[in-house]
Nanobody, 128 residues
Framework: QVQLVESGGGSVESGGSLSLTCAVSGDTGHSSYMGWFRQTTDEAREGVAAIDPDGTTTYAHPVQGRFTISRDNAKNILHLHMTNLRPEDTAMYFC??????????????????????WGLGTQVTVSS
């Protein structure tokens, strides 16, 4: 089992920045592939960014150039640094982990059951 705990969400004005952190524990061998997703009004979750064990990153088009995903393998931490935030970025953000790449679902809305491990989420609210 893998446990994921997000932190760092909050409320900012449009144009502001936030950094999210996901602490990974448990069987980290099952969490080599990681990503950030966001959810708004329904149960589907949109892939925002993904990172593979070799550091390869993938971003959804709406966040390219504004969001940066990174990982600290020694500390088992995943980060998402978000800049120039917009009201449409308002959502619950989830850390995700899987045994296969999440790059294929970046920019795609998926049911939660399609990914092995999820955190409980952290709310990001951007006001105009």
């Amino acid at each position: 089992q893998v446990q994921l705990v997000e932190s760092g969400g909050g409320s900012v004005e449009s144009g502001g920045s936030l950094s999210l952190t996901c602490a990974v524990s448990g069987d980290t061998g099952h969490s080599s592939y990681m990503g950030w997703f966001r959810q708004t009004t329904d149960e589907a979750r949109e892939g925002v960014a993904a990172i593979d064990p070799d550091g390869t990153t993938t971003y959804a088009h709406p966040v390219q150039g504004r969001f940066t995903i990174s990982r600290d393998n020694a500390k088992n931490i995943l980060h998402l640094h978000m800049t120039n935030l917009r009201p449409e970025d308002t959502a619950m953000y989830f850390c995700a982990a899987d045994t296969d790449t999440l790059a294929s679902v970046v920019g795609v809305r998926i049911p939660p059951g399609n990914v092995h491990y999820w955190g409980l989420g952290t709310q990001v609210t951007v006001s105009s």
